[in-house]
Nanobody
Framework: QVQLVESGGGLVQAGGSLKLSCAAS????????MAWFRQAPGKEREFVAG????????TYADSVKGRFTISRDNARNTVYLQINSLKPEDTAVYYC?????????????????WGQGTQVTVSS
């Protein structure tokens, strides 16, 4: 099993920044890709960004390219999501996910492990 714990969410004004963290524990050697998803009220969970644990290649949703940056610190078993130029439509619960696959999936079903989520609220 892999446990994921997100942190760093909060209330921020439009145009501001946040850095989310996802700390992994347990059988972390079994995870090869990690990702961030988000879910706004009444909407489906959507892919935001993903990263390969080894090598660090990344994939982003078109809606966040240029504003969001995913990174990882393998020594700390932690993945980060730097969010800049926040918009009210970025308001959502942000979830960290992990998978054994080497391919960065963009659908929730590709991921085996999930964190509990951290709320990001952007005021206009």
């Amino acid at each position: 099993q892999v446990q994921l714990v997100e942190s760093g969410g909060g209330l921020v004004q439009a145009g501001g920044s946040l850095k989310l963290s996802c700390a992994a524990s347990g059988r972390t050697f079994s995870t090869n890709t990690m990702a961030w998803f988000r879910q706004a009220p009444g909407k489906e969970r959507e892919f935001v960004a993903g990263i390969r644990v080894s090598g660090g290649s990344t994939t982003y949703a078109d809606s966040v390219k240029g504003r969001f940056t995913i990174s990882r610190d393998n020594a700390r078993n932690t993945v980060y999501l730097q969010i800049n130029s926040l918009k009210p439509e970025d308001t959502a619960v942000y979830y960290c996910a992990a998978a054994g696959s080497w391919v960065i999936g963009t659908t929730p079903t590709r991921y085996n492990y999930w964190g509990q989520g951290t709320q990001v609220t952007v005021s206009s």
